[in-house]
């Protein structure tokens, strides 16, 4: 595991995984993620059918968890659009919405062996986080 970034409560990481995705998987996506961006998280938020699948992650790291519903997320402008459906890219639309208004994309979908990830800053002229 390589150094990270001292913790910062302004950055989420948004996850987005297949239902069978190992734990280490989920791990490794999210340290190159926070690698990447060269920043610490201090929330995971999610697809809420996702939720006990990263809980575990969460847990260990000390970060809340944040999981949303198909419509919460349905509605978020993101970058990246799921081709077939056309909806948002989960793990850019959680890291979006747990951020709140104003939150800024700083690390765009990335994409790992069964698992996506994108982290968001909160907008801290507005009071964010």
Known sequence: MS?????DPGFVLGVGARSAVPDGELERAAEAAMGLAGVSVTVLATLDRRADLVRPLADRRG????????AELAGMPTPNVVRLTGAPSVCEAAALRAAGPGATLILPKRTYPGVTVAIAAYDRSRGGR
């Open 3 to 7: 150094p990270a970034a001292a913790p």
């Open 63 to 70: 970060w809340t968890l944040l999981a949303f519903t198909d």
